[in-house]
């Protein structure tokens, strides 16, 4: 059983510098000028739930990118270790001619279990224009009647 009043959001790790194409990027966020991992996260003590994702536009380059939609996959190694499988994928659509700083895209109401030992990946499966950053957010929550994955956690003395 999940507590509905404990979820909270979490920012995932950005994975890769925070450079591309020779130029430094500014304002955080993950470089989704990549078609590898650009952002991970994963759970320390407590197993938890994942509700929802966004990714949250931010950097210097905001107007409009060139190319297709960027696809942004979000994975995890929830079924075999070292496996990726698909969770679910946000799209920032390369359309939108400005996409205003802080423009946010989600999608909400996953129900996916992450255990401590398990790490979330955001992987853009089609590169964007260099200088794209997102910030890459989770929303979950913990699941406190579980306090371990003890197949994954050793303990220290």
């Not at 507590?3 to 995932?12: A, D, G, L, N, P």
């Not at 500014?26 to 650009?38: D, K, P, Q, Y």
């Not at 979000?74 to 659509?93: M, N, Q, R, V, Y």
Request: proline fraction near 6%; hydrophobic fraction near 45%; glycine fraction near 10%.
């Amino acid at each position: 059983m999940a507590y509905t009043h404990s979820k909270y959001e979490v920012e995932m790790q950005r994975a890769q510098p925070a450079t591309a194409g020779g130029a430094t990027l500014a304002g955080g966020g993950a470089n989704m000028a990549v078609t590898t991992v650009a952002a991970e996260w994963g759970p320390g003590y407590v197993p938890h739930l994942i509700r929802g994702a966004a990714l949250i536009m931010t950097g210097t380059n905001l107007g409009a990118f060139t190319g297709g939609a960027v696809p942004v996959q979000f994975e995890a190694d929830i079924s075999t270790p070292g496996t990726a499988t698909k969770l679910f994928t946000i799209a920032l659509p390369s359309a939108v001619t400005d996409h205003s700083n802080k423009a946010v895209y989600y999608t909400p109401s996953y129900v996916i279990e992450v255990k401590p030992g398990m790490t979330v990946a955001a992987r853009p499966t089609t590169a964007a224009t260099a200088g794209i950053l997102a910030r890459c957010v989770l929303y979950v929550e913990p699941r406190w009647e579980e306090a371990s994955n003890v197949t994954t956690m050793i303990a220290t003395t």
